[in-house]
């Protein structure tokens, strides 16, 4: 009762409370931008975080991850375009519930899923946590080095049918982490002589690169840009959401199973390093057309399948906060931002944070929960004002892009070196995205290999060969899970190729 | 972007391998690039006797160039077997065209710390409007106010650190030059 006490007191800050604000309804606006994402606004704003307080930065980039999916379901359900990429499957029977006049329900329903999915998630992250947090102080060197190399294990597979473009790119990223000064014997590793190279990359110049730099160049560089179906653009009617509110979340509650079963999805994909909302929908999205009684309707404007998409989908971003938070492995790109956040703080996450900082650990929590509460209220009232942003033009947004991802580079050393790194991963992320090419696995190679490579060294020290690596229960859980992951990958290509 | 409804269907082939215009010549541009860090890899790293080989130096960007080299190897494989797309050209043109909004954005960060924030962000979004087609004064004028709400909110709010312009120190001596070199 203390502690929470004491977490409501860390909330009661005003610098706190701003950021719930801005992180949120900031997090609804770039959302509902169809180009710019999630990634990009948390790249942007991830040096400024670094001069507030932990819990401050962490918060106003948790409003942005979490509520951008709600943001992203309005484009998706209005004009036919994903505002961010997790809700590409929302356009499936969304717009075609828009193209029925039935946008206001189809909208009410993804916010209604969007906030059960956000809550479900944050119950299941303060349930399971703590049951990680008995488990962790088993957690030593081998054990969390295992971790991490199922994560990178994870990350490869999870790109089906990119598995070999996404070990290249992480090997990409274990080699650009270890490009510098090596700590071991002192010496310089590929620099090839430069000074400028002596310090590494940047991982947050990297990701401003990849991430910001590449999307404004796309964005700049596209010869057409449309919105989608113009001519049946709905956007234009002034009483966009009106009708009874109640009687479509009533109507959310009559796919309550759907919903559940979806929000499980999710939480167990965002967990597991890697796989993310994709697979989280997908697997809601089959759940719902399998089980419907009017499996046809699916794609036609189906109710169940907006409810699977958007419930999915928003589970995703507190469970993977699960293994960030207990044990300090993130499962993808924007919890690896968000774990730079803790280590800039000097506060290392895993084991000790729930020993030592469980106020800390209860307020994110509860930053959490008002954050889905307060983007559900500004939704259901400002939606009608909201759409009008979707209608800027791509080029000036990728203008935009390019002027705040300075203050993203340029803020954190001053250094032009990093300015000109960050344009060359911006040109190598803009042709990495043309080719459809995966991106997140440099980043969680840079990230994964550097967790694998200082864990393995300490291991090394205190086991004696592979028997005594597996004797202790958690890293044999882990080898199983590693084992078990390959047999079932490669099993799977052999009955797709037979 | 697309008039094609999303289906389940085009988002799995989307997660397919499909050869886009341009893959080959990508493909091979990393390898090549591979193919240099394991000629540099010997001169580059250091390996000593007496440690075990997973403490190396040399190991850990050893292991990231050898899953490099053993999937571009593999993609580059995969590549040359499915069917050649057409648009190789255009799509080198386009990768092409994304260096000039590079020199663009490096232009903007070597002029920041000569002519400040505030004059460098208002030149180069006005200059990047005009160049890529809005010109209307309306759409100037947007330009310039969101210019001046962005150097405010980051620079006079969040007070970011970005160094103050070299042309303030011409400023009078007193409140004016630091109000500029502290906020704008």
């Keep these: 009762m203390e502690t929470l006490f004491m977490a409501i007191t860390l909330l009661l800050d005003w610098q706190v409370v701003l950021a719930i604000l801005i992180g949120s309804l900031g997090g609804v606006i770039i959302g509902a931008i169809p180009g710019v994402g999630p990634a990009v606004a948390i790249a942007i704003l991830l040096p400024v975080t670094f001069s507030l307080e932990p819990l401050v930065g962490l918060t106003l980039l948790l409003g942005i991850y979490g509520s951008s999916m709600y943001g992203g379901a309005i484009p998706a359900i209005l004009i036919n375009v994903p505002g961010t990429a997790a809700n590409a499957l929302t356009t499936y029977d969304g717009y075609a519930l828009t193209k029925q006049g039935r946008a206001p329900r189809a909208l009410v329903l993804a916010y209604s899923a969007s906030f059960f999915g956000g809550v479900v998630s944050i119950i299941c992250l303060m349930l399971l946590s703590s049951v990680l947090v008995v488990v962790a102080p088993q957690f030593g060197a081998r054990e969390i080095m295992l971790a991490a190399l199922l994560g990178m294990l994870l990350v490869v597979i999870a790109h089906r049918g990119k598995t070999l473009l996404a070990l290249l790119m992480l090997g990409l990223g274990v080699f650009l982490n270890n490009v510098g000064f090596e700590s071991i014997r002192y010496t310089h590793q590929f620099t090839f002589g430069q000074t400028w190279l002596a310090s590494g990359f940047d991982l947050i110049v990297v990701i401003l690169g990849l991430f910001a730099l590449s999307q404004a160049f796309l964005l700049l560089t596209a010869r057409k840009v449309g919105r989608g179906d113009d001519a049946q653009n709905p956007v234009s009617s002034p009483s966009l959401v009106v009708g009874s509110a109640r009687e479509h979340f009533r109507a959310f509650f009559r796919h309550r199973r759907v919903a559940s079963v979806s929000a499980g999805f999710g939480v167990l994909m965002g967990m597991i390093p890697g796989v993310g909302e994709f697979t989280a929908q997908f697997l809601g999205y089959t759940y719902a057309q399998r089980t419907s009684k009017t499996p046809d309707q699916f794609g036609k404007g189906a109710e169940e399948g907006l409810v699977a998409s958007e419930t999915a989908n928003n589970a995703v971003p507190a469970a993977a906060l699960i293994p960030l938070l207990a044990l300090g492995i993130p499962g993808e790109a924007l919890t690896a931002m968000m774990l730079s956040v803790f280590y800039v703080h000097g506060v290392v996450p895993g084991p000790q944070l729930f020993e030592g900082k469980l106020d800390f650990i209860l307020a994110l929590y509860i930053v959490l929960l008002l954050l889905n509460v307060l983007v559900l209220v500004f939704l259901m009232v400002s939606t009608r004002w909201l759409v009008r942003v979707i209608d800027l033009p791509p080029k000036v947004i990728g203008i935009c892009i390019l002027v705040l991802s300075f203050v993203g580079v340029y803020a954190l050393r001053n250094s032009v070196v990093d300015c000109l790194i960050a344009a060359g991963f911006g040109i190598f992320g803009c042709v990495l995205k043309q080719l459809n090419w995966p991106i997140v696995p440099i980043i969680l190679g840079m990230v994964l290999g550097g967790i694998l490579e200082v864990k393995s060294r300490a291991a090394l020290a205190r086991i004696d060969g592979i028997a005594d690596l597996v004797s202790r229960p958690v890293s044999l859980f882990f080898m199983v899970a590693i084992v078990l992951v390959l047999v079932v990958h490669f099993v799977g290509i052999y009955r797709r190729r037979g | ?184």
Excluded at chain 2, 20 to 36: K, Y
Excluded at chain 2, 56 to 64: K, N, S
Excluded at chain 2, 156 to 172: K, R
């Design chain 2, 1 to 184: 972007m697309t008039k094609q409804p999303y289906t389940p269907r085009v988002l799995f082939v989307q997660w397919g391998r499909e050869r886009q215009p341009g893959d080959l010549v990508f493909s091979m541009f990393m390898a090549g690039v591979v193919l240099c860090l394991i000629v540099a890899f010997p001169w580059q790293t250091v390996w000593h006797s007496d440690q075990h080989f997973l403490s190396q130096p040399a190991f850990w960007p050893g292991l990231g160039i050898g899953l490099m080299g053993l999937a571009g190897l593999g993609n580059l494989y995969n590549c040359l077997r499915s069917a050649r797309q057409p648009g190789r050209r255009q799509a080198l043109w386009q990768w092409l065209r994304t260096i000039e909004f590079a020199a663009w954005f490096v232009g903007y960060v070597v002029i920041v710390p000569i002519i400040g924030y505030l004059l460098a962000t208002i030149i180069f979004m006005l200059a990047l409007m005009g160049r890529t087609g809005f010109r209307a004064p309306r759409e100037l004028g947007m330009a310039l106010v969101g210019a001046i709400v962005i150097v405010i909110v980051f620079r006079g709010f969040l007070s970011v650190n970005i160094p103050s312009g070299a042309v303030y120190d011409w400023l009078p001596e007193g409140s004016i030059r630091l109000f500029f070199q502290l906020y704008l």
